[in-house]
């Protein structure tokens, strides 16, 4: 079949010509990626009536996603770069695809999450493979470009996602929005064979197996005591978990250090590019997701909108993006990294502050400006950092690189939901039992406190008592309002106050310009492995 792509980079005399066709295809299989859990945002309500979910298997529904993706990342972009970063890319569509189907024929809990666990396995292989074959296909040149449009993809399957399912719920079940994924997961295949070329490292070795099961143990136990500590308590099972997950990070660690082909040298962390710009990828999506989950629920729960009207009101946040985006790929290469992704995080922050202004009467347009100003800085700096990232590795660790920033991304974006979350559920309960803790039943109240949809499902039954209970749901309605939008003000200022930390980190982490250029070895005299794509 001739029209297939079977040359490898490894054996170009030049740059890939069909390379930019190439990015598109990495750019649709990045962005399924990310939709799988911005579409659920606004399928959450739908999934928890026809369910019948607890706040416990909601959360689990979102993150049974989660833990694989993030935890099995640095193994499956290793093996990507061994085997086949384009195998790797086709593999973990088909398994993701697949994953999305069985979720949408599903109805039972148990298995939904299963479900999303076979997705995350699938977005494991895809994350990675996306960003070592970009790096692998695009010379130095034209790198910094092509990263800044797979990272403007990522803002764009932000809005895209509630847009898409929110317009798919206006006449169809939840189940309709995992099959969202599933055309693009084809196209994405089709594309693949036809336009990304074969890759892989020459003379990688033998694979670190043993750093790779200790990275998975580490990150899965660590995730699994986020999502579980803060939201349902420290029982033996979270605390059990992060005592795994620190065991776990000392002896990975140590393994490493000692292995001569390391699954991933940790000695890099001494690099400040490299541990800067990982921080700045882990504090900036925490506080990006934490406030995209309470702001969600804010426009759906107390300002009324439906799951599209929702994702019609996150496009400026999308179009921040591509601002942003335009913003760095000008101002990166006359300022600097650390101008850009300091002033990225800063601006970041900021949004989140402004959160902090939220109460019962505000409106969308309370929330315009920190929407946008979280998708200008996301466009303004992920790109520059996660470019300085994957710059940190040779071609032979492509994948490890991949897998090492969308690691970083994925756990700050756990951290966020998991933290901010739980603050935002203990701000929201106070709140509530000081505003109506003796004019309900003991039942209805623990509902009420569990959550802002459980608060307003309660005044729904309270309505149908004609003596007096429209009056009395109203008062319920009223006191759930006040009571979230000051869970989202109290929350927002601590998640501000840690994302300010995390900027003056970064700030004193990250080198100045000249000490970053130096390090950046010259193409014409670094090794062949290095120069994938760029010969």
Known sequence: MPFLATTPVEKMTGPYARRWWALLVLCLSLLIVVMANTSLIVAAPDMTKDLGLSSSDLQWVIDG???????????????????SRRGALITGLVIFAVGAVTGSLVDE???????RAVMGVGAAVVMPATLSLLVAIFPRAERAKAITAWTATSGLAIAVGP????????????????????PIAV??????????????????????YVGGLLSIVSVGSLVYATIEGPHFGWGVGPVTAAVVAGVGLLAFVAWELRHPRPMLDVRKFAQRPFSGSMLAVLFFFFGTFGALYYATQFL?????????????????????????????GRL?????VKAMVVTGMAIGTAGVLLLTRIESGSTYTDFLAPLMMLGFAIGLS??????TIMDSFPESELGVGGGANDTALELGGALGIAILGSLLGTAYRD????????????????TAKDSVGGGLAVAEEVAKNPAGGVQQAQALIDAVHESFAHSVAQTSLIGGIIMAAGTAIVLAVLPGRRRAAKPAPDEAVRPKEERVGAA
């Open 163 to 182: 847009l898409v399912a929110g317009w798919l719920l206006e006449d169809h079940a939840w189940g309709s929005t995992f099959l969202i994924n599933v």
């Open 300 to 328: 759906q729960f107390v300002l009324g909108y439906g799951a599209l009207e929702t994702g019609v009101r996150l496009l400026p946040l999308a179009g921040a993006v591509f601002v942003g985006a335009a913003a760095t």
């Open 431 to 446: 709140k509530l039992t000081d505003l109506v803790g003796t004019n309900l039943p003991h039942t209805a109240l623990e």
């Open 65 to 83: 996603y989660t833990v694989p993706y993030a935890a099995l990342m640095l193994v499956l972009g290793s093996i990507g770069d061994k085997y």
């Open 332 to 336: 990166t290469p006359k300022l600097g």
């Open 109 to 115: 809990t148990g298995l939904v999450i299963a479900a």
């Open 382 to 387: 992920v790109s520059p950092a996660t470019d």
């Open 187 to 208: 196209l994405a295949v089709i594309g693949a064979l036809a336009l990304v070329p074969p890759s892989k490292a020459e003379g990688m070795g033998r694979i670190d």
